[in-house]
């Protein structure tokens, strides 16, 4: 069914406010989004924020990594809309307690940040949430050294490139499910799209049953969601 399928903000609502921003997230939530994608890195010194670039360069008005600056020194820099670089703790205290899936992304397939891991799973193991957060990476091994930690939770493995043998590898790798920029059909494990802005795409995919899509307008999609709910059953 349609309403399998969950609609979820890639980076918040980047349709209408600047990506990753608490503005984008804090719309998103007062208009019952049912998931949110955010990203997370660490700051020089050690502070978990959400931005999807390793640089600060094309969303904010400053330049340089995020590695490089202290907390301090980052949130001198501006979004597009002024507001700071959002902190983890900051989106936490914004979802505690709403009805809303989480999907975070450890942005490490580029830099490995010391023991992020560790300090991202305590922050949000301290979080009042109603669902079990999927975390998801395109570094396998940072999959690997959270499942060390915390074995139990959802972990989903995100790559642009066909995955040989799907269902081989999510039970090897003890993932519940993968993250992809295509869909494959015919296999039996869960699957979430990114990004799906594409109506005529995002139809597709709620007819295929895909378990979720990643969305730069979820506004959109839920109107699609909905309107495929509604629809008379065809014989």
């Known amino acids: 069914m349609v309403k399998q399928t969950m609609v979820f903000g890639h980076r ?17 939530v007062e208009h019952q989004i049912e ?24 969303t904010t008005d400053g330049k340089g990594y995020i590695q490089d600056y202290t907390l301090a020194e980052l949130r001198q820099f501006k979004l597009a809309n002024g507001d700071p670089v959002p902190t983890l703790a900051e989106f936490l205290k914004l979802v505690a307690n709403q009805e809303v899936q989480l999907n975070l992304e450890f942005k490490t397939d ?16 301290a979080t009042p949430l109603r669902h079990p957060v999927i975390f998801s990476s395109f570094h396998l091994p940072t999959i690997k050294r959270c499942q060390a930690l915390a074995p139990d939770e959802l972990y989903c493995w995100l790559t642009d490139k066909r995955v040989k043998d799907p269902v081989d590898f999510v039970r090897q790798e003890h993932l519940a499910g993968l ?16 990004t799906v802005d594409s109506v005529r795409q995002a139809k597709r995919l709620f007819q295929d049953h895909v378990a979720g899509i990643f969305t730069d307008d979820f506004v959109t999609m839920m109107a699609l969601k909905r309107e495929l709910l509604d629809a008379p059953t065809q014989n």
């Open 12 to 28: 918040g609502y980047p349709a209408k406010f600047p990506e990753n921003s608490l503005a984008g997230f804090t719309y998103a």
């Open 35 to 58: 998931g949110l994608e955010f990203d997370v890195h660490l700051t020089k010194d050690s502070v978990p924020v959400i931005m999807h670039d390793e640089k600060i360069n094309r």
């Open 110 to 125: 580029k830099i490995q940040y010391p023991n992020i891991e560790r300090i991202v799973m305590g922050m949000v193991h």
């Open 179 to 194: 993250h992809l920029s295509h869909y494959q059909d015919g296999v039996p494990v869960v699957e979430r799209i990114w």
